[in-house]
């Protein structure tokens, strides 16, 4: 499971190569917020549909497609970082919101005590919420935006909620709280790095973008 990409694509090839990704039988999934504020996010784009990679729907990619769909004035969106689309037409943007707007807002994986779920930024449901589609706009709202857990503005729920995977608020380091595993590092932050876990062990790799050129990344292939 991948944090938030923000466009720091050299960053993920390293951190594939280093986990000997195979894409023939490993899945990577994120957490999404794979555009804006770092400079590859049309190669971000371009990881969609991959048959290996699979996205939730972030906040930023919400705020794509809402100005894609005439939802919300650009300036908003530039000002979230979303200012590498300045120069992109018209029709690109919304080929890419098209695209988008097909992710679901979470992703669940296995079942029983091999299970876990994906989403954007934390929820206060369980896991039969997530099964039935028990997901209103409030919800929906915390699921993309909310930040209330991982501040410590409120306890973690005792809820039955398998292991979570969650980003959207930069962490200094992986951090888990109640079922929720948080691992937005800050890959776009110059000091921050992109974190890759594998699902339900304690294995995680993470680099800064800075780090991964360093050594050679931007000419890795990717899957």
Not at 62 to 89: F, H, K, Q
Not at 140 to 157: C, D, N, S
Request: charged share 25%; proline share 4%.
């Amino acid at each position: 499971v991948i944090g938030d990409l923000h466009g720091c694509v050299d960053a993920l090839r390293y951190l594939l190569r280093e986990a000997q990704f195979d894409a023939a039988r490993d899945r990577l999934f994120s957490v999404g917020d794979l555009v804006d504020r770092g400079d590859q996010c049309e190669e971000a784009l371009g990881l969609v549909g991959k048959p290996w990679f699979f996205p939730v729907l972030g906040n930023h990619e919400d705020a794509m497609c809402a100005v894609a769909e005439g939802r919300l004035p650009r300036y908003r969106w530039y000002s979230i970082g979303g200012t590498w689309a300045e120069g992109l037409p018209e029709g690109e943007l919304v080929r890419h919101a098209q695209r988008l707007r097909q992710l679901p807002l979470v992703r669940v994986v296995g079942v029983g005590d091999a299970r876990f779920n994906v989403l954007h930024a934390e929820f206060f449901g369980n896991d039969d919420d997530l099964d039935a589609g028990r997901i209103d706009d409030a919800v929906r709202e915390r699921m993309l935006w909310g930040r209330e857990l991982v501040l410590g503005m409120v306890k973690p729920p005792k809820r039955a909620l398998s292991l979570t995977y969650c980003g959207h608020t930069p962490v200094r380091d992986v951090q888990q709280i109640g079922a929720q595993m948080f691992i937005d590092t800050g890959a776009f932050i110059a000091q921050g790095r992109l974190t890759m876990v594998e699902a339900l062990t304690p294995r995680r790799w993470s680099v800064s973008t800075l780090e991964a050129r360093e050594r050679g990344a931007a000419g890795y292939a990717l899957p």
